[in-house]
């Protein structure tokens, strides 16, 4: 059976994408993002094939691509395509899955279904992903009451930029999560600063361990 871990955030475009290549590194893991919106630019798979350091064929591919960089829904409603939520069933994988959501949980996959639908029905462990900028705190402890409010299990909460100290304790504090640590900004970003600094952010046990 397939040891997977939900990646989520709080917004979109926090890096989410780089922490779920980080995390699929350090596990010698497995990639998947079910739902890709917008294909003009590098996509979230391909962010990861670049910096995870996976072998080949560890990056599976979407099941939805869709070309326009919005909600998975419209994207879907502009190309013509109806996005079925039984087609994205957990694949069954000889290692462990990181899977790395749209967005935040709100957001919507057809006119029924959002991504915490999904989730609830997955039942696996999720790592919400946050800014540290201003307006965090509220966005961070929403998530969590609507992870909670679905029994969907939470290994714990990763900021993502610049220390911000009494933020971060306040969210864990206030969500009662673990904060599983901090990933700043790199530059260069690349395969092996990624690595250097999950290693040095993260602790592998703590995040395997589950809630």
């Not at 929403?142 to 939470?154: F, G, M, N, V």
Request: hydrophobic share 45%.
């Amino acid at each position: 059976m397939t040891r997977g871990i939900v990646i989520t955030g709080t917004d979109t475009g926090i890096g989410k994408t780089v922490f779920s290549a980080g995390l699929a590194g350090l596990l010698d893991g497995f990639y998947w993002k079910p739902v890709q919106s917008g294909l003009e630019e590098e996509t979230d798979s391909e962010v990861v094939e670049r910096l995870a350091g996976l072998p080949a064929g560890r990056v599976l591919p979407e099941v939805y691509r869709l070309r326009e960089p919005l909600s998975p829904h419209r994207s879907a409603e502009i190309d013509g395509v109806a996005i079925e939520a039984a087609k994205l069933s957990l694949p069954a994988l000889p290692g462990p899955l990181v899977i790395e959501g749209a967005g935040g949980l709100m957001v919507p996959l057809n006119r029924q279904t959002r991504f915490i639908d999904i989730f609830s029905q997955w039942r696996l462990p999720v790592i919400l992903c946050a800014r540290t900028t201003l307006g965090t705190i509220n966005h961070a402890l929403l998530s969590i009451e609507a992870l909670r409010a679905r029994s969907i299990p939470i290994v714990g909460i990763v900021f993502i930029g610049d220390e911000m100290a009494d933020t971060q304790k306040t969210i864990a504090e206030f969500g009662n999560v673990r904060q599983l640590g901090r990933l700043p900004h790199l530059d260069p970003l690349t395969s092996a600063t990624l690595r250097d600094a999950m290693i040095a952010s993260f602790d592998l046990a703590l995040i395997a361990g589950g809630e």
